[in-house]
């Protein structure tokens, strides 16, 4: 499983700011596979370069929150072939595979 996965399953359940994913993140997977900031950011950049996840809003303190993009669902999606993906709830499950390995 790649971080990628982890951080699209993560934001389609909502728009998150990389502190928010990274405290979220901690959560969910924190005991069996711990990120760390700077990488979370990094993967967070690349996603944006890639299209998979666009900026949603900004606030106070560069606090940028992001969301997933239509193209960031088909390769949230695409990496579990097996799931049905109709609502954005549904994508949760990615996570949830995510974290089983």
Known sequence: MSL????LGLLAEG???GYDLAQ?????LG????AQHPKIYAELRRLADEGLIEVD???????TAYRI?????????????T??????????RCCARCSSG
């Open 69 to 81: 993009t239509p193209t960031g669902w088909r390769r949230c999606a695409s990496g579990w072939p």
């Open 57 to 63: 809003s900004q606030g106070p303190r560069r606090r």
């Open 83 to 92: 799931a049905t993906w109709t609502t954005p709830c549904g994508c949760s």
């Open 24 to 28: 979220r993140f901690q959560e969910v």
């Open 4 to 7: 990628r996965y982890g951080l």
């Open 15 to 17: 728009p998150a700011s």
């Open 31 to 34: 005991q069996i596979w711990p």
